[in-house]
């Protein structure tokens, strides 16, 4: 009796002390969190963010550093080769992890569904399908009626040939059954979104901060919304999904660390900023941006990645898309 006892003793004892080593862990040195883009953009902006607020939390400089070049693929191969030991994360974005590594003539080295341990979703935005006003729509109803009768005819502008917002317009072409013309533009310098305002182009999908603006001013007409439900600044406006279910586009980023990360320093980077990302003080300004910051266990992020892995490889399979 006495042995079972001690035995007993002894594995709580050893299960105790596993907890509590893993409850303590923290990092040692700096923490840098790279960003696959220049600085300015909306993901250095929430990244800069987290990182102020993170650095007094662990009691840890926390270095941001842009590490720019072929749509994120350098930063994100750097990082994946990093030692995983918990002094290095990426804020990775959607069209980073999801969407380029199946762009035939992206040259991806790394899988970024193997090649990183999700640490927290942290942030989405979905985007705003808008119409020159001139253009005889007032729904997105109208727009697909209007597609049908002039099938090809109808234009629609993107910032470039696989682009988040090239493939939002063809994932509404096989939603609803039509065809329009794409535009592409280079890059996100604003000539899509400036020739949408001038009728050069019919329509455009656009981030709610800068086509917001043009929507309120009265200079582009607001058909949908891409993401799973209606915004705040336009509640009377549908998404594009209660028309055709399972229609969703969003922009999102998320924090990762090198696979083979341990566990519990995953768990303690999760926890921290999944508080900072829950804090309303923090919300309210990306909320005005059209910016939704909410946070995750690293196995919904995990999923929400293969989900969106799988249904962009689909995308850009069956509208035979490429970049030149």
Same mark, same amino acid.
């Given at each position: 009796?006495?042995?079972?006892?001690?035995?007993?003793?002894?594995?709580?004892?050893?299960?105790?002390?596993?907890?509590?080593?893993?409850?303590?862990?923290?990092?040692?040195?700096?923490?840098?969190?790279?960003?696959?883009?220049?600085?300015?953009?909306?993901?250095?902006?929430?990244?800069?963010?987290?990182?102020?607020?993170?650095?007094?939390?662990?009691?840890?400089?926390?270095?941001?550093?842009?590490?720019?070049?072929?749509? =994120?693929?350098?930063?994100?191969?750097?990082?994946?080769?990093?030692?995983?030991?918990?002094?290095?994360?990426?804020?990775?974005?959607?069209?980073?992890?999801?969407?380029?590594?199946?762009?035939?003539?992206?040259?991806?080295?790394?899988?970024?569904?193997?090649?990183? *341990?999700?640490?927290?979703?942290?942030?989405?935005?979905?985007?705003?399908?808008?119409?020159?006003?001139?253009?005889?729509?007032?729904?997105?109803?109208?727009?697909?009626?209007?597609?049908?009768?002039?099938?090809?005819?109808?234009?629609?502008?993107?910032?470039?040939?696989?682009?988040?917002?090239?493939?939002?317009?063809?994932?509404?072409?096989?939603?609803?059954?039509?065809?329009?013309?794409?535009?592409?533009?280079? =890059?996100?310098?604003?000539?899509?979104?400036?020739?949408?305002?001038?009728?050069?182009?019919?329509?455009?999908?656009?981030?709610?901060?800068?086509?917001?603006?043009?929507?309120?001013?009265?200079?582009?007409?607001?058909?949908?919304?891409?993401?799973?439900?209606?915004?705040?600044?336009?509640?009377?406006?549908?998404?594009?999904?209660?028309?055709?279910?399972?229609?969703?586009?969003?922009?999102?980023?998320?924090?990762?660390?090198?696979? *083979?990360?341990?566990?519990?320093?995953?768990?303690?980077?999760?926890?921290?900023?999944?508080?900072?990302?829950?804090?309303?003080?923090?919300?309210?300004?990306?909320?005005?941006?059209?910016?939704?910051?909410? =946070?995750?266990?690293?196995? *919904?992020?995990?999923?929400?990645?293969?989900?969106?892995? *799988?249904?962009?490889?689909?995308?850009?399979?069956?509208?035979?898309?490429?970049?030149?």
């Amino acid at each position: 009796m006495n042995l079972k006892v001690s035995l007993g003793a002894v594995l709580i004892l050893t299960a105790g002390l596993a907890s509590a080593a893993n409850a303590d862990w923290a990092p040692s040195k700096p923490l840098t969190i790279v960003v696959p883009f220049s600085a300015g953009g909306v993901n250095d902006i929430v990244t800069r963010a987290i990182a102020t607020r993170l650095s007094p939390l662990i009691g840890r400089p926390v270095i941001v550093e842009n590490r720019t070049g072929a749509a =994120g693929v350098l930063a994100m191969s750097s990082v994946a080769k990093s030692a995983p030991d918990g002094t290095t994360l990426i804020m990775g974005c959607s069209a980073c992890l999801t969407i380029n590594p199946h762009l035939p003539a992206t040259t991806m080295p790394i899988d970024p569904l193997t090649a990183f *341990e999700p640490v927290t979703f942290v942030a989405r935005s979905p985007l705003l399908l808008v119409a020159n006003p001139k253009l005889p729509v007032e729904s997105l109803t109208d727009l697909v009626r209007l597609a049908k009768a002039q099938p090809g005819k109808l234009s629609y502008g993107t910032i470039g040939a696989g682009s988040i917002t090239h493939l939002a317009a063809a994932l509404l072409e096989s939603s609803a059954g039509i065809k329009m013309l794409n535009v592409p533009y280079r =890059g996100s310098g604003g000539g899509a979104l400036t020739d949408a305002i001038g009728g050069q182009v019919d329509v455009l999908f656009d981030a709610p901060e800068t086509a917001g603006v043009q929507v309120k001013a009265g200079n582009l007409r607001l058909l949908g919304v891409t993401g799973d439900k209606r915004m705040p600044a336009w509640p009377d406006t549908p998404t594009i999904g209660e028309s055709y279910p399972g229609y969703k586009v969003e922009l999102w980023f998320a924090l990762l660390a090198p696979v *083979e990360t341990p566990p519990d320093a995953v768990a303690y980077f999760n926890r921290h900023v999944r508080k900072i990302l829950a804090d309303p003080d923090f919300q309210t300004p990306f909320r005005e941006r059209g910016l939704e910051t909410i =946070g995750s266990t690293p196995a *919904e992020l995990h999923q929400i990645m293969k989900s969106d892995s *799988e249904k962009w490889k689909r995308v850009i399979r069956d509208a035979n898309i490429a970049i030149k």
